[in-house]
Structure formats: C-alpha cells, structure tokens
C-alpha cells in the first residue's frame, strides 16, 4: 500500500471557475498516520513527585469548528457555554507517582468536553472545567482518592476572558469566576439602528495594527458586556464552611490574583469606553487591591484607552504589576521614562517600583532600556531582572535587590547578549512553585541560596545539544550538570530537587519517538513509551547543510531525502519550506538552528508528508541581515540570493534543481509570493495564508517598524500584489475564511488571486470555511494535503509536461 503511494500520482481535479465542492482526501496511508492520536503530554505536579499524563484529540471535525460563534474585541466566544469558542479538550488522564509507581487512569466525565488539568500549589489535587451545552463545570480530583474527579456543585464559570480559576494560597480553595446571577437573556440584535456609528481623532498620532474581530456597534458592546461580565467568588471543595463565597460585585476581570499570604487579591477590571479600533486588551482599565472581602483597599493605577501606543512602545504608567512572591503582600511594578516611546532619547527607559499594600510607593531602581521580565530567589531579597534594546537586540540579564533598604547595592549584570546569539544562550532559569502557588527561582540546594538552574538549547556548529547548569551569581561560574550526548537528542526538562539528583528527562532520536525517563544517581525509568506514527516514513533520512549566499553570509537548511533515495538515485523533486527571519548581523544569521538528531514529527498540513510523495524536502533558514531600521530595503534582493544559495547546494544531493516548488505558511506565504514574483528559481508555489499587500498593513507588520508614509518605497518593493504581473509560476493560495491574526486578512488572499488571474497567470485560491490562521477541522486537514499534493505533482514533479504561460 505504502509503495504505492510512493510511485503513484495523486489525482484530484483542479476546476478553472470559481465553485463549491466536497472536501477531498489524501491517499490511505497519509489518513492513516493522521488517524494516531498524538503522545500525551505531561504536567508535573508542584512538588515534582507525581505525573498527569494528558491524552487529547488532535483534530475536531468541522461541524464542531463550524459551530455558532461570537466574534468581539478580539475575543471568539461560544455562547451557549459562555467560553472560548474552540477550547482545548481533552480526553483521557493517568497518573503516575514518581519514580516508579504504577499508572493510574482516570475517568474523565464524559457529559461534556474536559479542559487542561492544574495542580494545586501544594501537589495534592488538581482541578479542571467540563465544557456542557448548558455552561462550564469545576471539577476537583484529589490525589488520596486516586484522583476520582468530584464537581464543585452551584457553579458555572466564565471563561470567556481572564482566568476562570485559579488555586488560592494553602491549596484549599480556588478563586473563580461564574457567571452573575440573574443576568438575564443576552442583548437582542435591535431591527433597526438608533444612528450611524462615529468616530473621531484629537489630532494626536494613534496608529494601530490591523486587528479583527473588533466591535463594530453598540450592539457589539452590549454583547461583550453581557459574556464577559463575571461574578469573583471563592469556592473551597468539601469545605466544612460555605462552599461559595461571592466576592464584590460582577465586573469584567482580566486578573484577580491573591497575595502570597492570602490577604488580599490584586484585581484588574476593565471599564468604558470600549475601542471599535482596539482589542479588549487595550481598553481602559483598573488595577487595584481588594481586602478579602472584596472591598477595595487601595487604586495602583487607572489606565485609559491604550490607542495611542507608539509602535514597538509600551503604555504609559503602572504596567506588569504584581506580587513580590517572598513577600506577604508587597507589590512591584514598571513604568515608561521615556513616555514609552522607543525613539526618543533617554537616560533611562524605566524605572522600578515596589509598595506594600498599604505603605509607600518606593523606586528601586532604573534601566537604561525596556524591561524585559524579572524572577525571583526565594530567600535573600534579591532577583533577577532583564532589559532589552531593541536597536542592539541585546538583553542584558542583572542581579538587583528587591527592597529599598539595599538600594545602595549597584545592580549586578549576570549576562549580556545579542538575543540572535543561539551560540553564546547562557540558558533559560528554572523555577518552582511556592505553597502560595506564586513561582521562585529553583536554588541549587547551597546553603546562600546563590545557585540557581539554567537550561539551554546548546546551539553549536553541528547543532543543538541541550544542557542543564548550575550556575553561581556571584562568582559568575557555571558547572555544567547534565549535556546532550552527541549521537542522539535528550533535555533535561525538570530538576525534581533542590540538590539537582533527580530529573525528568526527554529523549529522542532520528529512529526514536520523544520518551520521558527519570533519572537519579542510581537509575533510570522510562515513563513513557510512545510509538512511530509512521514507521515508513522513518525509512527518510535528512542532514544539515550549511552554504555561502552570494554576499558570504552563511545560511544553513535541513535536507530531508525520501524512503530509499541515496545520491546514486535518479534526481528528484523537491519542497523548498521557508520562514524569513531579521538578524542584525552576519555572524549570528548564518548560525545552525536544529538538530539532525531529532526525531521528525508530522501531523496537521506539514509540508513533510509530502516525503510520502517521492520529494524531497529543505526547511531553509532565510535570514535578512542588516540594521533593525533598514533591513528590509534589501528583503527581496535577500531572500532572491538566499532561495539561489540554498537550491545549488541542494543540486548536490541529487536533488532536480529544475524541479522545486516552494512553499510557506503566514509570512512564508509572503516569501513565497516575493519569490515566484522576483525569481525564475522555482517550478510552482504554495502560499497559506498569507499578506500580499502592505498597504494594508500600514502601521508596520512583522520587525519593519516604519509606516507605509514613512517608507513607502520599501511597502511597495515588498508587496507581491504590486508585483503580481510578474508572478509567472503556477501559484496555490489557501487561507481560512476566517482568519483573525492581525495583517492576514482573508481578503489579502482574494485581492492576489484577482490581480495574478487578470494577468493571465496560473493560479488556484482555496478558501476554508470557518478556518482560521491555522487550519483545524480533520476535513480541512485532509483537503489542504490534497490541494498540495495536486499542485506540486502536476506543476513541480511533471513540470515537464506542463507548457510554460
């Protein structure tokens, strides 16, 4: 069966007009590795002793993708379940205690759709929602009962924004929030409107990226009032006391965190006027802290409409507010000094605050450029905090104190680097969960407190080898506890103690699935044991290849060959993959990315299935390299020397240079649709759900900062749509009917189709119903493997019975 699929030519009838049809299939064998369920993933609980396996689906059918939706602010809601519109399900849990216990199934109630499983702080029960037709259900499962999942009765959550759980300080109760009583029927849609809907600027600049699903009327707002608006309550399961305690009054709450101590709850709210230009994210906002009976105790900031956001800036005032972890109630929070506009020239971008609840505001320090996120140690007063220039793209990683009293103390840089610089990654930290369910540093189990975990990708010349350090901030010496063999791929994905003796470990090969093994001095466990989902396609090899463009940057591409191909074989087509990439310099573009020694996954629309249908396949790193500001003056002529770098290397490794299509998914559709307009390198090629037209997006659009007023010339060079006379290769745009990522309209994908057809090229547009960037119903799935197998096998693979336009 499989060699059939091989040799044979899939055939599916490409029709010239515009029509409606049935989805279309892949052949069997390509069904067949879509029918595996994918490996469970793994939650670890809190403490590091037991494991959730979590088994899900990977495709919904398109009657659930197609089910009815509310599209606002931003937000796709469902609204007889008053949550999100396509929620993450899942469909079976097992536990484990660790390192050797036995496997524990779990029955997940099966009257609704199960979400993700969280751990309680302290490791003894984990709760999850069922999502009903009638709203969404908390569950509780405790670990002494084996887990039986037990429903928190009198509530319904809403899930629609914010959190709708989350676990309080002691691991007893959880914060919620439910739908308000008495809210009544949803808003009806009036017959007709009460006026004509405006909207006017003060004269001061406000660009704004291209979003979707934003307010349209003041129906609109009614609706997303209505859905959004929740009930905060404190609910303890089993609980001798009352099981529901409601807290203040409904209110639209993007946050309600407790404090450490249990206190207090840090809250944000959102307030009127709502934006028809903005998501949800930027409307107005309250963030305050509430007393434990849902009084407010005291106003951090009030923050108006952000519509006026310089682009890459950040918003004026308290921003990244939040708890202090080792402190009872102590807040710390950031603020712009440069009105958060990155061109303007300061000393200091911003500064550092911190007050307990009910004390004074203090600055703790200043940064010279944007902040860029900050950990704590759970003993000590101190942290780590990271800025950023985006000018550089350059972090710099400091130690600094967390009270006042040590202000004197000069912040320690730990680490600077260029953020493109995979070679010199010094390693992400490594956390834990405090019994508040706030989050530290993990410490190396020294007496001082001064160790902490890092754990990098251990990026190299002949790929990625993971590591795992312990790592002194005040000598500045890293001891290297665990690295990646050099004949497979293994990660060291969790330190379960302080010492550093145990760890959940995951390994792979080209032959292996990803498995998961614990490992102390004495042994090792293997916890998992996930099988090939396509053992024929094991039988593909593939290699890293690095070459020179014609300017001597270096680039590097992962050449996967097909079952049986050696260089000896007859020259083959091949799938040229790509996503372009800004790097401000050389050096640190032509870095390897990857690993050879990696075992490769296929699922969804991947354009590796297309290994089954005799081609074979680069995944091309396309760098364009030059100043954050100006790089993409030169981006066509880039990624034109590129794509020619890449194809003569390939030529090699009997590879049919005459005979590659190319291919790309979001901005990679864009680069495909530069390239078939500004080359003659390629056969044909497939563009999923791309942008085509910059004017479109005028405000900037992936890292070109500038707007279309400020570099219109470089708009213009850039868009295939003004180009699309010069499309003369076979082109396949697909694209969701719905897509809402901001600058891919579907609409980008129609106007390229109209203007490449009034040309009189080859083209073919394929639009998804109810799809969004990404596609996820299984007959979307099958059909987008199916139109990209047509394509490519008749203008590609039998290009030479195609006559050229």
């Known amino acids: 069966m499989f060699r059939a699929l091989f040799c044979g030519v899939l055939a599916v009838i490409l029709p010239i007009d515009a029509n409606a049809q049935s989805y279309q299939r892949p052949p069997k064998a390509i069904t067949d590795i879509l029918d595996v369920p994918p490996p469970p993933s793994l939650s670890l609980s809190p403490v590091g002793d037991t494991l959730l396996f979590v088994q899900s689906s990977r495709y919904p059918s398109i009657e659930e993708v197609a089910a009815p939706q509310l599209r606002l602010a931003g937000l796709r809601l469902d609204p007889k379940t008053n949550g999100p519109a396509r929620p993450f399900v899942i469909n079976g849990l097992t536990l484990l205690a660790l390192p050797d216990g036995k496997p524990t199934p779990i029955v997940v109630p099966a009257h609704g759709k199960a979400g993700f499983p969280y751990w309680s702080p302290d490791g003894k029960r984990f709760a999850l929602t069922i999502t009903t037709p009638k709203g969404i259900e908390l569950w509780v499962a405790e670990l002494r009962t084996g887990g039986i999942l037990v429903r928190v ?72 009032s209505y859905y959004t608006t929740s009930q905060l309550a404190i609910v303890t399961p089993g609980g001798k006391e009352k099981e529901v305690v409601r807290l203040g009054e409904p209110g639209i709450y993007l946050d309600a965190d407790p404090s450490p101590d249990g206190e207090y709850f840090l809250v944000t709210r959102v307030q009127k006027p709502f934006s028809y230009l903005q998501p949800y994210s930027a409307f107005p906002r309250v963030v305050e802290v509430w007393g434990k009976d849902g009084k407010p105790v005291r106003t951090i900031a009030e923050l108006p409409l952000q519509d006026k956001v310089p682009i890459e800036g950040v918003p004026t005032g308290p921003r990244s507010v939040r708890w202090m972890p080792t402190q009872p109630h102590t807040l710390i929070w950031v603020e712009a000094q440069d009105d958060g506009d990155p061109r ?80 010199g990654d010094p390693g992400s930290t490594i956390g834990r969960t405090l019994p508040s369910g706030h989050r530290v540093l993990r410490t190396g189990g020294d007496p001082a407190g001064d160790t902490i975990w890092l754990a990098g990708p251990g990026a190299s010349p002949k790929g990625d080898r993971p590591f795992l350090d312990r790592f002194d901030v005040k000598t500045g010496k ?37 498995n998961y093994f614990f490992r102390d001095a004495n042994h090792e466990v293997q916890l998992t044991k996930n099988t090939d989902p396509a053992p024929e396609l094991r039988k593909a090899t593939k290699q890293l290849v690095t070459t020179k463009r014609a300017d ?98 390939a030529g090699e490794f009997g590879i049919d240079t005459s005979r590659v299509g190319v291919m790309g998914h ?39 900062r500038r707007t279309f007023w400020e570099a219109p010339a470089v708009y213009a060079q850039m868009s295939p749509f003004n180009h699309a006379n010069k499309i003369n290769e076979p082109l ?39 799809e969004s960037h990404g596609y996820e119903a299984r007959e979307s799935v099958e059909h987008v493997l199916s139109e990209q197998f047509a394509w490519f096998d008749k203008y590609v693979k039998n290009a030479k019975n195609v006559k050229p336009r």
């Open 153 to 224: 009765p009198d509530v319904l959550l809403n899930a629609t924004i914010g959190d709708a759980f989350q676990w309080m300080p002691g691991s007893e109760s959880l914060i919620v929030q439910t739908i308000p009583e008495k809210r009544g029927e949803a808003p009806a849609k009036p017959i007709a409107p009460t006026g004509p809907v405006v909207q006017e600027s003060d004269g001061k600049a406000a660009p704004v990226r291209t979003y979707q699903d934003l307010l349209q009327n003041p129906h609109d707002e009614a609706l997303f």
């Open 344 to 423: 303007k020239k300061v000393e200091h971008r911003e500064a550092v605050f911190t007050s307990a609840v009910e004390g004074r505001t203090t600055e703790l320090m200043k940064l010279e450029q944007r902040f860029a996120g900050m950990d704590f140690f759970p003993t000590g007063n101190r942290m780590l905090i990271r800025d950023y220039d985006r000018e550089r793209k350059w972090s710099r990683t400091f130690l600094a104190p967390t009270t006042s009293l040590f202000a004197a103390t000069e912040p320690k840089v730990l680490f600077e680097r260029s953020t493109q610089d995979r070679y």
């Open 478 to 514: 890293a001891t290297r506890v665990f690295h990646c063999a050099d004949n497979l791929y293994e990660e060291a994905v969790a330190v379960l103690d302080a010492k550093g003796t145990r760890f959940l470990i995951r390994r792979e090969s080209p032959t292996e699935p990803p």
């Open 552 to 649: 001597g940057t270096t680039i590097s591409f992962t050449l996967h060959l097909p079952p049986g191909h050696t260089k000896d074989s007859e020259k083959i087509p091949a799938v040229f993959y790509a996503y372009p990439v800004e790097f401000a310099s050389a050096d640190t573009a032509g870095q390897v990315t990857g690993s050879p020694l990696r075992f490769t996954a296929i699922g969804g629309y991947s354009h590796l299935f297309f290994l089954a249908q005799g081609y074979a396949v680069m995944e091309v790193s396309m760098p364009i390299v030059g100043p954050p500001a100006t790089a993409n003056d030169t981006f066509v002529d880039q990624l034109v020397s590129n794509a020619k770098a890449a194809i003569d290397k």
């Open 666 to 704: 979001s901005y990679g559709a864009f680069m495909t649709a530069n390239l078939l307009a500004h080359s003659d390198l390629f056969k044909a090629g497939i563009a999923r759900s791309g942008a085509y037209n910059r004017t479109l997006t005028p405000f900037g659009f992936q890292n070109e």
């Open 732 to 770: 396949l745009l697909i694209h969701g009917a719905a897509d809402n990522n901001p600058g891919t309209f579907t609409v980008q994908s129609e106007r390229l189709y109209a203007a490449v057809r009034a040309n009189g090229g080859t083209v073919r547009l394929v639009l998804l119903p109810h």
